[in-house]
């Protein structure tokens, strides 16, 4: 008789365009591949990533209209199904713990840290995330494991919380696979990117504070002043009209677009003479191993946290202060000058996906 197999589930809020719910579709596809069985459980089911859930992979939606509301759904679902293991993420992070008490079920709870925790809740413009800290340091003694996604956001994690730092263990994001490398030879229909074109600069990721496209805005003015270039950054969020009023006042419209969430966006980094992340922090900002992974030459800010991590100190690509308009356009100038090479396989073979899919597996089945 054959036993059956293994059931881990994954709690994720909803699969909005984010890099985080990105990776958990291919984390998910990755596990259902070794052959267990995988429940991608969600506060809603909506967002643009719902088409990246593989096949093999049971999509459960909870149909709550948030994450808190979702609560006693999820309660249900651990009772009914009695998954081997729950890896959760993002805000869903303390949900899911109360969930498992809840439900009185052995189901041990992995919760995954995924963002700079300090930096977070100081930006955070509502309630829930500054106060975020004050749960974590409540809450998370509670779980089986504690993943960060990065040295820094564990060192963080552990300074914001008291949590012993031997409890937080590193796993990167999973996020270099077959496919990406395949999507990034995907034809590219942009005038921008037509032959003898000016350089084009592409940078992705949300439009909010935390990405900073305002720097990276003022530094490109600064580098068009002395050189023919194009700006794109792909992504939405609510600071578009900040964003789009300051590409305005700096006459930049014929030079900087804002397209909007792009479902494939490794194409345009491919195709890049340049990828720039001007964020003011992270955890582990996949876009930038993703732009490493499509032999893109790359600039990024010394943001906590992932950043040097990944870049090792330099060695793959050139590393700016913060918030630093003038360091960044500099930098962004050396590399279409050509001085920075392309980088090689081994700065993104630690976060291939089968690296990240075996570190699961084994917390996972452990806890």
Do not use: C
């Given at each position: 008789m054959v036993d059956p197999p293994t059931r881990l589930a994954i709690f994720v809020p909803t699969l909005s365009g984010g890099g985080a719910e990105r990776v958990m579709c291919k984390l998910a596809g990755g596990i259902a591949a070794r052959g267990h069985a995988v429940d991608l459980v969600l506060a809603r089911a909506e967002g643009p990533y719902l088409a990246e859930v593989p096949e093999s992979v049971r999509l459960v939606d909870l149909e709550a209209s948030r994450v808190l509301a979702s609560?006693?759904?999820?309660?249900?679902?651990?009772?009914r199904e009695r998954p081997e293991a729950l890896l959760s993420v993002l805000h869903a992070n303390i949900v899911a713990l109360w969930a498992r008490r809840l439900a009185g079920v052995p189901t041990p709870v992995v919760v995954s840290e995924r963002n700079t925790l300090s930096y977070e809740s100081q930006y955070a413009s509502d309630l829930r995330m500054q106060l975020m800290p004050r749960l974590t340091r409540r809450f998370y003694p509670w779980a089986d494991g504690i993943v960060a996604v990065s040295q820094g956001v564990a060192d963080d994690l552990a300074r914001v919380t008291g949590l012993p730092r031997e409890?937080?263990?590193?796993?990167?994001?999973?996020?270099?696979?077959?496919?990406?490398?395949?999507?990034?030879?995907?034809?590219?229909?942009?005038?921008w990117f037509a032959p003898d074109e000016r350089p084009v600069i592409v940078a992705a990721g949300r439009l909010t504070a935390q990405k900073d496209f305002?720097?990276?805005?003022?530094?490109?003015?600064?580098?068009?002043?002395?050189?023919?270039?194009?700006?794109?950054?792909?992504?939405?969020?609510?600071?578009?009209?900040?964003?789009?009023?300051?590409?305005?006042?700096?006459?930049l419209e014929q030079d900087v677009s804002l397209p909007g969430f792009v479902t494939n966006p490794y194409p345009y980094m491919a195709q890049a003479s340049l990828f720039v992340l001007s964020s003011r922090w992270e955890g582990l900002p996949g876009v930038l191993i993703e732009a490493l992974c499509c032999g893109t030459p790359v600039i990024s800010t010394d943001c906590p946290s992932g950043p040097r991590e990944i870049l090792a100190d330099g060695r793959y690509?050139?590393?700016?202060?913060?918030?630093?308009?003038?360091?960044?356009?500099?930098?962004i100038e050396t590399s279409l000058e050509?001085?920075?090479?392309?980088?090689?396989?081994?700065?993104?073979?630690p976060v291939e996906i089968e690296t990240g899919v075996n570190q699961y597996i084994s917390i996972l089945c452990k806890s």
């Open positions: 609560l006693p759904a999820l309660v249900r679902y651990l009772r409890r937080i263990q590193v796993i990167y994001n999973p996020i270099v696979t077959p496919e990406l490398r395949a999507k990034a030879q995907a034809p590219l229909e942009h005038p305002s720097t990276l805005i003022q530094a490109f003015a600064r580098v068009r002043q002395t050189r023919p270039a194009r700006l794109l950054i792909l992504g939405e969020g609510q600071e578009r009209p900040t964003l789009e009023s300051l590409v305005r006042q700096l006459g690509g050139q590393v700016v202060p913060v918030e630093d308009a003038a360091a960044l356009a500099r930098a050509g001085e920075m090479p392309r980088p090689p396989r081994e700065s993104w073979h």
